[in-house]
C-alpha cells in the first residue's frame, strides 16, 4: 500500500497570511500516461469532504485560486495564498494511482 | 445538478451485517469511466477508503477490509450498495459515498460526496 504522511499535524494562520501544507507519499504517484494522481480534500467542520485539487495541481470547479497544488514524485505541497476564515477545516490529501486508495492522516487548519 | 445521498441503518449490533445504499442523481454509472466508491470516517479520525465500483463492474477492495465487503450496483435505479459482514465496534464511522471518474485521459478524484451517515456498532 502507498503510505501518505501529511505535515505539519495542524496549523494556525492569522487572515491574510499564506499557509503550506506538505503531504509525502511512500511511492512515486506519477502514472505512465504522464498524470500524477495526487488529490487535495478539505472537509470544512460538519460537512463532507470536498475536492479541492486532483491531479497534483489541477483546481476543481468552484475552488478559488488562492489555492494552489504543485510538487513531484513523492513530495507535494497544498498553499493557500491568502487564508481566509472560510478555509478552516482539515485538509487532506489522497492518492488515486492504485488501490487501495490512501489518504494522509490530515491537517487542521485555524484561523488566529 | 449531481447529488450522492448514502441511507442505512444509524445503530448495529456486533456480528451482524451493515447494509449501506448510495442513491444518486445528475449522472449515470453506465457512462464510461464513472464509479463509485465508499469511504468512512471514525469520530474524530482521518478518512478511509473501503471500495469502489466502476461502470464496467470492475471492483475493488480495501485489502484489511476485502473479506468483508460487498459492492453492487443497480444502474436502473441509480444505487450503489454496500455490505459490511461481521460488525465490530471499531467499524463505528460516518460512512460516505462519493463519485470518481478516471479514463484514460480524464481524473476528478473524488469530485461529489454525499452528506455521509454515522453508523454506530454497539450491542
Known amino acids: 500500500d502507498i503510505v501518505m504522511t501529511q505535515s505539519p499535524l495542524s496549523l494556525s494562520v492569522t487572515p491574510g497570511e499564506p499557509a503550506s501544507i506538505s503531504c509525502r507519499s511512500s511511492q512515486r504517484l506519477l502514472h505512465s500516461n504522464g498524470n500524477t494522481y495526487l488529490d487535495w480534500y478539505l472537509q470544512k467542520p460538519g460537512q463532507s469532504p470536498q475536492l479541492l485539487i486532483y491531479l497534483r495541481s489541477n483546481r476543481a470547479s468552484g475552488v478559488p485560486d488562492r489555492f494552489s497544488g504543485s510538487g513531484s514524485g513523492t513530495d507535494f505541497t497544498l498553499k493557500i495564498s491568502r487564508v481566509e476564515a472560510e478555509d478552516v477545516g482539515v485538509y487532506y490529501c489522497?492518492?488515486?494511482?492504485?488501490?487501495?486508495?490512501?489518504f494522509g492522516g490530515g491537517t487542521k487548519v485555524e484561523i488566529k | 445538478q449531481i447529488t450522492l445521498k448514502e441511507s442505512g441503518p444509524t445503530l448495529v449490533k456486533p456480528t451482524q451485517t451493515l447494509t449501506l445504499t448510495c442513491t444518486f442523481s445528475g449522472f449515470s454509472l453506465s457512462t464510461s469511466g464513472v464509479a463509485v466508491g465508499w469511504i468512512r470516517q471514525p469520530p474524530g479520525k482521518a478518512l478511509e477508503w473501503l471500495t469502489f465500483i466502476y461502470w464496467n463492474d470492475d471492483k475493488r477492495y480495501s485489502p484489511s477490509l476485502n473479506s468483508r465487503l460487498t459492492i453492487a450496483k443497480d444502474t436502473s435505479k441509480n444505487q450503489v450498495v454496500l455490505t459490511m459482514t461481521n460488525m465490530d465496534p471499531v467499524d463505528t464511522a460516518t460512512y460516505y459515498c462519493a463519485r470518481r471518474l478516471k479514463t484514460a485521459t480524464i481524473y476528478n478524484g473524488f469530485d461529489y460526496w454525499g452528506q455521509g451517515t454515522l453508523v454506530t456498532v454497539s450491542s
Open positions: 489522497m492518492q488515486g494511482l492504485q488501490s487501495p486508495l490512501t
